[in-house]
């Protein structure tokens, strides 16, 4: 299978052959397993790694092992046939969401990995709504079949239900649970089966079981019906003779792959290595190549501008990712058009500083270096100082600045001190070193106390960030109890405040008079990014130009950021400018944009307030008899129960709970179930806090 080919080739039949590859799932669905059995497939290892035992090639590191979760993204590249496959193993867990959603951006098609016995789970949920914003195609591959309670139709059901109208399962497993040996390929219409070889993994092709024929039969004729029903050119055939050839069902599914209409599912079991070839053989038949996706897109002076994937054009790639470690800066980066060569010099589009490319790797399980890399490549190099997670790298004749994934806004925030203080500075450096690994870190210094604050996206998050400045720069620090971010909305609203921002005492003057509205915004508050902010303009007859309308509303965001409550973002609201005035001489954009500031400072004082806080959906998974005790303690910590559904021997239990209650939740669930709850949370938005009473 392995061809330094396909790994050299450049021009556009090797662009072709490359596939961008994400594994996307809820917390250990498999997704690292099956990162592992396809590097070992492809010839990258010649050991499989397990999780449990930290050997995995894409837990790399300590606390990955140590955790048996996955933190970082992290990229690797292998061959398959004529293919390169550049993948990236995504983290589960909601903490690390935002690992995800930059991995998303230079992804070309994802495999979602699902939990047979599970289904579709909160997480899952997530991160095929990331994808779907990226607009990233998918196949489906549904993992674990050998575990007890194992049902690929229930799995596909909930696919159906939650994610996808149109899930269609390419494959009939063979054998149950314990006894799952391989699959029925519905296209070929051969089983596949894998033995406990030597190395457990060998597979064979042979002709379908008597007793599975006549339910591979119908399953097939059920796929040939409901592609023939999305596909138009299938739809020709299928009314003519009323089933599909293979190579038309084959081509149909690609096309229906690439345009988002329908999701191939295939199934397996990762752990005991079954299922993976014909998972790498649908990624790359259906997923598209960088070829296929539409060109990306980005600005220049001229405004925007697209960069088709072309070996030969100039140079745009995007960093997604930097591993800054004791020996050096690797930066992981997308080509999207141009080549890459060893000892260019690149621009930062964004600073308009240049830099050196010193060396350029492939993201393999063994960095291999290499001279050059192409549009569509995914490769680290080393030797950039400045570039950071989001920067745009191009050709410095040619700028372009592509967007940069938007990181989301911390929820979480821990004072960290070192506990000596010689280290002061050094903890400095290294909290600046991780939020330019990963830019939904924030750290600061708190301006009342005078404390270095971390923020983040969770205590996992935080957890895991602290124990890395513990360990990698060997820095002692103190921590303090983490704290939910605030906000502020408007309750009740004013109207007609009434501010005048006038300075005329010789020289420059500045005019600017405002009247405004403010009331609450409907539907969801404290939208993501500085959303929950609406501002119109109802002045006539010119009486504020333009320009100054922008300016005021520029200063009611500024106004923003501080609420009257406690200082904290104000969100959900609209702020309407009613009327105002100029001055022919002393107006100004700046004096419009203070008078904006203030009025919104002002009047936000006048209206009835509410301190909000972050709330999250609980996903708790407990066994039966623990679900009283469970309901309780949820109750205890201000949690709404939705919803309590048996599942098995289990409970899963569902409840929305302000994430300041859910600090210590693990360890508590812990000891209560001896060991066997599990829980998984993701943010859902703001509540009212309690006893901040309105004003
Ligand atoms: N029974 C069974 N267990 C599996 C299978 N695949 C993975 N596992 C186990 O499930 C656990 C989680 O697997 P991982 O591969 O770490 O899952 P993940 O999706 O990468 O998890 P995160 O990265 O933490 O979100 C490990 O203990 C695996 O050994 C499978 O096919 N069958
Ligand atoms: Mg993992």
């Known amino acids: 299978m392995r061809s330094t ?37 492809a010839g990258e290892i010649h050991r499989r790694g397990e999780v449990h035992d930290g050997t995995t090639v894409t837990d790399c590191h300590p606390q990955e092992r140590e955790r048996g979760i996955t933190i970082s993204a992290a990229a690797v590249s292998c061959v398959w046939g004529e293919h390169r496959i550049n993948l990236i193993d995504t983290p589960g867990h909601v903490d690390f969401a935002d690992e995800v959603e930059r991995s998303l951006q230079v992804l070309d098609g994802a495999v979602a990995v699902f939990d047979a016995v599970a289904g579709v789970e909160p997480q899952s949920e997530s991160v095929w709504r990331q994808a779907d914003r990226h607009g990233v195609p998918r196949i489906a591959f549904v993992n674990k079949l050998d575990r007890a309670g194992a049902d690929l139709d229930a799995a596909v059901a909930s696919i159906r239900e939650r994610l996808h109208p ?9 054998g149950r649970e314990g006894g799952f040996t391989g699959v029925v390929d519905l296209l070929t219409m051969r089983a596949l089966t894998w033995d406990d070889g030597p190395d457990g993994d060998d597979l064979r092709d042979g002709p379908v079981p008597d007793g599975l024929r006549a339910e591979a039969e119908r399953r097939r004729a059920l796929l040939d019906e409901a592609v023939a029903g999305l596909h138009p050119a299938a739809l020709e055939e299928y009314v003519e003779h009323s089933a599909l050839s293979t190579a038309t069902l084959d081509a149909a599914l690609r096309d229906l792959t690439r345009g988002g209409e329908a999701v191939v599912v295939l199934c397996g079991s990762a752990y005991r290595n079954r299922g993976i070839e014909p998972l790498l053989d649908a990624v790359t038949a259906y997923l ?7 060109a990306v897109r980005g600005t220049t002076d001229a405004g925007e501008a697209e960069r088709a994937a072309d070996p030969d054009g100039p140079l745009a790639a995007l960093v997604f990712k930097v591993n800054v470690t004791a020996s050096g800066r690797l930066t992981c980066l997308r080509l999207y058009s141009g080549t ?30 290499t001279d050059a890399a192409v549009a569509g490549d995914i490769v680290e190099v080393v030797g950039l100082k400045a570039a950071r997670t989001g920067t745009t790298l191009c050709a410095p004749g040619a700028p ?7 990181a989301a806004v911390p929820v979480v925030t821990v004072a960290v001190e070192a506990r000596h203080s010689v280290d002061t500075d050094r903890l400095a450096v290294a909290l600046a070193r991780l939020a330019e690994e990963d830019p939904s870190l924030v750290a600061r210094t708190d301006p009342e106390t005078g404390q270095r604050v971390l923020s983040g996206l969770g205590e996992l998050h935080l957890e895991v960030a602290v124990e890395r400045i513990r360990r990698a720069h060997g820095i002692e620090v103190a921590v303090g109890r983490p704290q939910v971010a605030h906000r502020e909305t408007v309750d009740r609203g004013v109207t007609g405040h009434v501010h005048r921002h006038v300075k005329q005492d010789g020289g420059a003057g500045q005019f600017a008079h405002v009247v405004i509205d403010v009331e609450p915004l409907d539907g969801p508050v404290a939208g993501e990014g500085g959303g929950g902010f609406a501002f ?24 923003l950021a501080d609420g009257p409550l ?36 002002e009047a936000l004082r006048s209206c009835r307030m509410v301190l909000l806080e972050p709330v999250a959906e609980v996903t708790v998974t407990v066994p039966q008899e623990a679900v009283g005790g469970v309901l309780g303690d949820l109750a205890a910590r201000r949690g709404r129960v939705q919803g309590s559904d048996p599942r098995g021997g289990t409970a899963v239990v569902t409840a929305v709970v302000p994430l300041a209650e859910l600090f210590g939740y693990a360890t508590a669930l812990r000891s209560r179930t001896q060991g066997r709850g599990t829980f998984t949370t993701r943010p859902a938005g703001y509540a009212p806090a309690p006893g901040a009473a309105a004003r």
């Open 5 to 41: 080919d396909v790994r050299t080739t450049t021009g556009t039949a090797g662009i072709a052959a490359v596939r961008n590859l994400g594994i996307l799932a809820h917390v250990d669905a498999g997704k690292t397993t099956v990162t592992e059995r396809i590097l070992y497939l």
């Open 166 to 174: 149109a899930p269609l399962a390419v494959q009939l497993p063979i």
């Open 288 to 294: 598209p190549s960088p070829l296929d996706v539409p």
């Open 340 to 369: 890459l060569r060893k000892g260019d010099t690149v621009l930062d589009a964004g600073t308009g500083r240049t830099e050196r490319i010193a060396r350029i790797m492939q993201v393999a399980a063994h960095h291999l270096e």
């Open 400 to 406: 372009l600045l592509l967007e940069p994934a938007v």
């Open 536 to 559: 119109a303009s109802t002045v006539t007859g010119g009486r504020v130009p333009r320009e100054y309308v922008q300016a005021v509303e520029a200063g009611c965001r500024d106004a």
């Open 566 to 601: 406690g200082g904290h973002p104000v969100t959900g609201l609209r702020v309407v400018l009613t009327d105002g005035a100029t001055h022919p001489k002393d107006s100004s954009e700046p004096a419009f944009r203070t008078a904006g500031r203030l009025a919104l400072r």
